[in-house]
């Protein structure tokens, strides 16, 4: 697995630290993402983040997708500045810093590349066929499938973004372009 990044794109009301290893006295508060998963400490991201709101902080163990470099892993902020997206080998998390208990888990598995657009106020997660936009207000829309595997932004002019996605049935990749006010497919 590669290295954590850090993105902070968007202006945010957190700090947040990526651990090396969990720590031996866990802080008074602790929360584990998603709460079903089951040993979760087996390579999951520790991150100790501390909301501007709150001095106390808390620990985030994000339970770990896949032990692959192709995959992402590390913290982003989002367009919500209370919030934090923390990736654990392509499993992505939203959380809000200033109520722990309240995440959404990106529904790709695995999340393959997360691209801040901060002049549309979007956090773009890329999987291997769609890809769904985070606004300031959770979820801001999923495109249609793209893509039989793979897909590749190949560029953003204002609000609409460019990539392109291979098709199966014609073993080659096929240009397309989204409204990223929308998420809807424009007629290329």
């Known amino acids: 697995m ?4 850090f993105d902070g794109s968007f202006p945010h009301h957190w700090q947040a630290e990526v651990l090396s290893a969990r720590p031996l006295i866990l802080p008074t508060r602790h929360f584990v993402y998603p709460t079903q998963a089951e040993e979760v400490e087996r390579g999951a991201l520790e991150v100790l983040i501390r909301p501007a709101i709150d001095e106390r902080g808390f620990l985030a163990t994000c339970a770990l997708g896949f032990r692959d470099p192709a995959v992402p892993t590390g913290l982003w902020s989002t367009p919500n500045p209370n919030e934090i997206c923390a990736v654990s080998g392509g499993y992505a998390y939203i959380v809000d ?7 959404a888990m990106i529904p790709y598995r695995p999340v393959l590349e997360i691209r801040p657009i901060t002049s549309q106020n979007l956090l773009l997660f890329v999987d291997h066929h769609s890809i769904l936009a985070w606004g300031k207000n959770g979820q801001a829309w999923q495109s249609e499938k793209l893509s039989s595997e793979g897909l590749t932004i190949t560029s953003i002019d204002g609000h609409i973004l460019h990539g392109q996605g291979w098709d199966m049935m014609t073993d080659r990749e096929i240009p397309f372009a989204l409204d990223l006010r929308t998420g809807l497919r424009l007629v290329c």
């Open 2 to 5: 590669a290295a954590p990044s």
């Open 97 to 103: 810093t200033a109520a722990p208990d309240r995440f």
